[in-house]
């Protein structure tokens, strides 16, 4: 008979428990992770609440942290004690985007957390090579944002930024404040941020001492008047996902500027020809930006998170964190999402000892 663990379990659509599940069995070559927090990312919320769930029944959470507590034999770059974050992908390493390092791209991939069990659980089991050690002056609730902190950087660096030019950050919630921190601290001259809620702009303002624009009160055409003198932005990023969003991504760039569209759409978006040939008269350099995995493996935004996080450059403002429930609470903390409005920054899962 297996051995049992707690485990937040998907059943059905709205349907998860925590409950009694089977623990991950080790193998070569991996790693057993005693899994301490672990974010909700907003790829997890239509897979609880909807019909986006590969299968039934499923452990998701891929934005975890925890302690190693287990090592194969042959395992010899982290030890048991070692305090890690996890790279979710899991690359094929034989498909035409692995031969070349461009792991993100993958077509034949898993995916701790949505394919295979992931962190909503009390172990996991995951191979060393996904493993990234972090400094123990930070907390494992700290640490499990830098998964969303890898995607935003991720972003960055497709975006050939440079620094010493104007970024615009379209999108107020986790990753936008988190792209809008590495913009910071990778040079750019000034950063804005551009939203429609209010309660979040003043979050990402306090977060990151940037200006912050509420599209519904000013537009964004003034706001680049006011702000660039009609210029607008060198870099732009758009990690909302609303459809309208994409709309003030192209209207506040400057001439030659290169646009990043980290989020993922939430709806059809359409554009008229006028807004459309904005890319063509402003000569954009446009962009997608997808996960955060590329060559060594996990890449050089899992590498640079640790290292900015260790030299204490990258500092995760706990005010990114709305929520912390314990795993055995999984369901009070989803209910949260029946009210997206009211959820400012991630809510974690945590065991505790």
């Not at 499923?58 to 070692?82: M, P, R």
């Not at 979050?203 to 940037?210: K, S």
């Not at 000569?283 to 640079?304: D, I, R």
Request: glycine share 10%; aromatic share 10%; proline share 5%.
């Amino acid at each position: 008979m297996s051995e049992m663990m707690k485990a937040a379990v998907v059943h059905a659509e709205n349907d998860i428990r925590y409950e009694d599940y089977p623990a991950p069995e080790m193998k070569p070559g991996h790693v057993k992770i005693h899994v301490k927090a672990c974010g909700i990312c907003g790829s997890d919320i239509p897979r609880v609440l909807g019909k986006g769930a590969h299968f039934y029944p499923i452990v998701l959470g891929h934005e975890f942290s925890g302690e190693i507590a287990e090592v194969a034999d042959d395992v010899t770059n982290v030890q048991v004690g070692d305090r890690v974050v996890c790279a979710s992908l899991i690359p094929c390493y034989n498909c035409p985007d692995c031969a070349v390092g461009t792991f993100s791209l993958c077509k034949n991939y898993t995916f701790i957390g949505s394919r295979i069990q992931g962190g909503f659980a009390d172990y996991v089991v995951v191979p060393a090579a996904n493993v990234v050690k972090f400094s123990p002056e930070y907390s494992f609730e700290e640490a499990a944002l830098t998964e969303p902190a890898s995607v935003a950087l991720h972003g960055v660096l497709l975006n050939n930024f440079k620094g010493g030019g104007t970024v615009a950050v379209v999108g107020a919630g986790t990753i936008g404040v988190l792209t809008a921190m590495w913009a910071k601290l990778l040079g750019a001259a000034e950063v804005v941020l551009f939203d429609i809620d209010d309660d979040r702009l003043a979050l990402a303002r306090e977060i990151t001492g940037c200006e912050g624009v509420n599209t519904l009160k000013e537009s964004p055409v003034d706001a680049v008047k006011r702000l660039t003198g009609g210029v607008g932005f060198n870099d732009v990023f758009g990690v909302s996902g609303a459809p309208a969003s994409y709309k003030t991504c192209f209207a506040v760039t400057a001439n030659k500027a290169h646009v990043c569209f980290i989020g993922t759409p939430t709806g059809d978006i359409t554009f008229t020809a006028k807004e459309w040939e904005t890319i063509n008269r402003r000569e954009l350099l446009v962009t997608g930006s997808w996960m955060s995995y590329t060559s060594p493996f996990p890449g050089k935004a899992w590498t640079m998170c640790a290292e900015y996080l260790s030299s204490g450059k990258l500092k995760y403002d706990k005010r990114l964190i709305h929520k912390v429930f314990p795993m055995s609470q999984c369901r009070e903390a989803f209910d949260c999402y029946l009210n997206p409005s009211e959820v400012k920054g991630r809510i974690l899962l945590v065991n505790k000892d």
